[in-house]
């Protein structure tokens, strides 16, 4: 089992920077894939980027590459996502997961956070 926790959502105006953090419990995250998910009102959740264990391989959606980045440190058991760019559009609840393998669908991730809330304002 591996307990999720995000935070560093909030409010900010568009064309702002947030960074999104995701810690882990578990001393074996290092072993996870990770990956980051966004759910606006009404819609299905969104694959926004994902990377192996090692950081070595890392996968976008083509439509936010370019204004999100995640990374990740093993030794903190922590993955980031940093949000540049910001558009109302990106508004949504942020999740982070962890899985055995890289994956872009919501079916590749056997653990995911709690969500955190990004609002972006015009």
């Known amino acids: 089992q591996v307990q999720l926790v995000e935070s560093g959502g909030g409010l900010v105006q568009a064309g702002g920077s947030l960074r999104l953090s995701c810690a882990a419990s578990?001393?074996?995250?290092?072993?996870?894939?990770m990956g980051w998910f966004r759910q606006a009102p009404g819609k299905e959740r969104e694959f926004i980027a994902a990377l192996t264990w090692s950081g070595g391989t890392t996968y976008y959606a083509d439509s936010l590459k370019g204004r999100f980045t995640i990374s990740r440190d093993n030794a903190k058991k922590t993955v980031y996502l940093e949000m540049n760019s910001l558009k109302p559009e990106d508004t949504a609840v942020y999740y982070c997961?962890?899985?055995?393998?890289?994956?872009?669908?919501?079916?590749?991730?056997?653990?995911w956070g709690q969500g955190t809330q990004v609002t972006v304002s015009s």
């Open positions: 997961a962890a899985g055995p393998g890289l994956a872009r669908s919501t079916g590749g991730y056997a653990y």
């Open positions: 578990r001393r074996s995250f290092g072993s996870y894939a």
